[in-house]
């Protein structure tokens, strides 16, 4: 049974697990505090990548990993915005590169990378930002496995496959971080995302393998699972509109706080407590998500 005060608090947050765990991002453990470095220090002489970049949250992360001094490579699927952006950083004073290329289509993803070790590219940091979302009950998507089969190829397979071809390197080199931005609903189970949420989940489960089996080598992974953030991704979602949420400027800050922080994994108060929950009490937890299927 559940206490009464986490029920209480299960109740108040039921649109809150409805938008992937709310705004408020909890403190990462004590010792962590206190940041090793500053993102410049972090960032100088470092490239980044970052896929999804042409808008959104991968956008502000762009422009501040380069603001903090990091070249950027920037990889997405719109070749004005990417070039508007690139203009953008460089007119600033920082260092940009735009690739154009499709995460979710195994050739284009294997273009990049042979495209990047043409150029000398060296990748510090990979960023895998670019996303699918879909929005639909299980029981509308009984003839729609194309829907899994696709959010699985850009948030999966598609990071995964850039990922795995950007290893090798850091693995020679001893060094390399990688950020997943991930989302709170992998906690949470939030209800009508199930294509979306399984290939996130998928991703994490890849990394925490692979930061084991890697950590010798210099290489760190952090997941940010992130909450509800004000992008085009959300529009068509009429619920969300007055639902609190994250502006991408804020999430870009969570994206790489890790580099200063070291952490392994970051997400928010709320979808932690939830995700504790559902282990101590999963039907309980079930019928009250089971609310959200409203919203």
């Known amino acids: 049974m559940f206490g009464s005060s986490l029920r209480r608090a299960l109740e108040a947050g039921v649109l809150y697990a409805a938008t992937g765990g709310g705004p408020l991002i909890g403190p990462p453990l004590r010792h962590r505090l206190q940041r090793r470095c500053t993102l410049q220090a972090a960032l100088a002489g470092?490239?980044?990548?970052?896929t999804g970049?042409?808008?959104g949250?991968?956008?502000a992360v762009a422009q501040q990993a380069a603001a903090a001094g990091a070249r950027v490579v920037l990889v997405a699927r719109s070749p004005d915005k990417l070039a508007e952006l690139e203009r953008a950083i460089i007119a600033a004073g920082g260092h940009a590169r735009?690739?154009?290329a499709d995460l979710s289509v195994e050739a284009s993803c294997q273009q990049l990378l042979e495209s990047l070790a043409q150029d000398g590219v060296v990748v510090d940091v990979l960023i895998n930002n670019a996303g699918r979302s879909i929005r639909r009950p299980i029981e509308a998507s009984f003839g729609r496995l194309h829907d899994y089969r696709r959010t699985m190829a850009l948030n999966y397979f598609g990071a995964l496959q850039l990922t795995l071809g950007l290893l090798g390197g850091m693995r020679e080199r001893k060094r390399g971080h990688v950020i997943n931005v991930s989302s709170a609903g992998v906690q949470t189970g939030t209800p009508l995302f199930s294509a979306y949420i399984a290939s996130k989940a998928a991703l994490d489960a890849f990394s925490r393998i692979a930061s084991t089996e890697l950590r010798r080598d210099?290489?760190?992974?952090?997941?940010?699972?992130?909450?509800l953030v004000r992008t085009p991704m959300i529009a068509p979602t009429e619920a969300y509109r007055e639902a609190p949420a994250l502006s991408p400027i804020q999430a870009a800050e969570?994206?790489?706080?890790?580099?200063t922080t070291d952490e392994r994994q970051l997400g928010?108060?709320?979808a932690a407590l939830l995700s504790l929950a559902h282990a101590i009490a999963p039907a309980?937890?079930?019928?009250?998500?089971?609310?959200?299927?409203?919203?």
Not at 218 to 227: A, C, E
Not at 254 to 259: G, I, Q
Not at 284 to 295: D, M, N, Y
């Open 254 to 259: 969570l994206v790489l706080r890790p580099l």
């Open 268 to 270: 928010t108060r709320f």
């Open 53 to 55: 970049a042409s808008s």
């Open 57 to 59: 949250i991968g956008y």
């Open 284 to 295: 309980a937890t079930e019928g009250l998500l089971g609310g959200t299927r409203a919203t």
């Open 218 to 227: 210099g290489i760190r992974f952090s997941t940010v699972y992130m909450p």
């Open 98 to 100: 735009a690739y154009l």
């Open 46 to 50: 470092q490239t980044v990548l970052v």
